[in-house]
């Protein structure tokens, strides 16, 4: 792949090849890509500020991972993400740690500016992730990856034989209720309503499962534990009544919100969720020579493995894009 990087004569800095924003899954395989391409990308990662700005993504909040393909005894979250990122270094990527506060996509060389600097690219890659609605409860930070999870499909399987529940009434909700009826003895739904969200038919289904329970009109108002889930205080939003629901564990599924704010009225989105539309069966966005991959755009699967497939498309769409232009 030939070199397109060239002087910026209106700042003399470098204007990149590639430059991706977000150091996920999705990110950092875009990374080793593009990396092993001759590209030398650029990855801007987040500020460790909050769950929602964080560098390595959702992955470093995470304690075992057991389904990420090569680790067959399992690995930890950090080190997953710790020995992307090294690789990604290793063939050459450079990766700084600021916050994206802007973007110009109007124009090429497409302009990226953080709090500390302005860096400029000839193609983009978002992998800006997705981040899960919370409760706001200050023990959720504490909680996250011990007991507390927002991933049935992630973390099902650690809650064999465990008495749990469920926070939320739409179809998510119970899609992770009716799935982790297959390792807990008992799950509990947590609705803040007197009615479910969900479809029809998914409703049909929970009901008629006798592992799943419902706790109609009831918040969540605290997690207990230390160091792991214990229990959860609850409040009954009709009668003011209180009390304590022994779990050893709590899954949060009241939605997602994908990280696009930076790219609202510029990339297409969906009207309805905020995620990231790309072509049929590519990255590409409908700005050429910006591309989007992981959970930014996913709202299905939401899994590390395919952020990471996602990740390996962009770069390769992206180099596939500039070689074009080159030519």
């Known amino acids: 792949m030939t070199d397109l990087s060239t002087p910026d004569s209106g700042t003399g800095d470098t204007v990149h090849d590639v430059v991706i924003v977000g150091s996920g899954p999705a990110g950092l395989t875009a990374a080793i890509y593009t990396a092993r391409a001759n590209l030398a990308p650029l990855l801007i990662e987040g500020e460790p500020s909050s769950t929602s700005d964080q560098p390595g993504g959702q992955l470093m909040l995470t304690t075992d991972v057991e389904n990420f393909p090569g680790f067959p005894e399992g690995v930890m979250g950090p080190d997953l993400m710790g020995n992307m990122r090294e690789q990604a270094e290793r063939f050459g990527t450079t990766i700084i740690t600021d916050k994206v506060t802007a973007v110009d996509l109007s124009e090429r060389p497409f ?8 860096h400029r690219a000839n193609a983009v890659i978002v992998s800006t992730g997705a981040q899960s609605l919370m409760l706001g409860l200050e023990a959720e930070e504490r909680l996250i990856g011990h007991g507390l999870s927002t991933c049935a499909t992630c973390d ?5 034989g465990h008495e749990i529940a469920v926070v939320g009434g739409g179809d998510s909700a119970i899609e992770e209720a009716n799935f982790l009826t297959k390792f807990a003895d008992k799950v509990t739904l947590i609705v803040r309503r007197d009615e479910l969200r969900a479809s029809a038919i998914m409703q049909d289904r929970a009901k008629a499962n006798p592992k799943i ?12 534990g230390t160091d792991k889930v214990e229990s959860v205080d609850i409040v009954d939003n009709v009668t003011g009544e209180t009390g304590v629901l022994p779990v050893t564990g709590l899954f949060i599924a009241i939605g997602h919100k994908p990280n696009t704010d930076l790219f609202r009225g510029v990339l297409d989105m969906d009207e309805d969720t ?9 990255t590409y ?43």
């Not at 302009?111 to 302005?118: E, F, L, P």
């Not at 755009?297 to 899994?303: A, F």
């Open 213 to 224: 329970e419902f706790l109609w009109n009831t918040s969540v108002t605290d997690i207990n």
């Open 156 to 160: 099902g399987f650690f809650f064999r």
């Open 274 to 282: 905020g995620y990231l539309v790309t072509r049929p069966d590519s």
């Open 111 to 118: 302009t990226i500016s953080t709090r500390d600097a302005t």
């Open 285 to 327: 966005t409908n700005v050429p020579g910006v591309f989007a991959c992981g959970d930014v755009k996913d709202s299905v699967y939401r899994q590390a493995i395919t952020a990471a497939g996602s990740g390996c498309m962009a770069a390769i769409d992206a180099e596939r894009w500039l070689e074009d232009q080159h030519d």
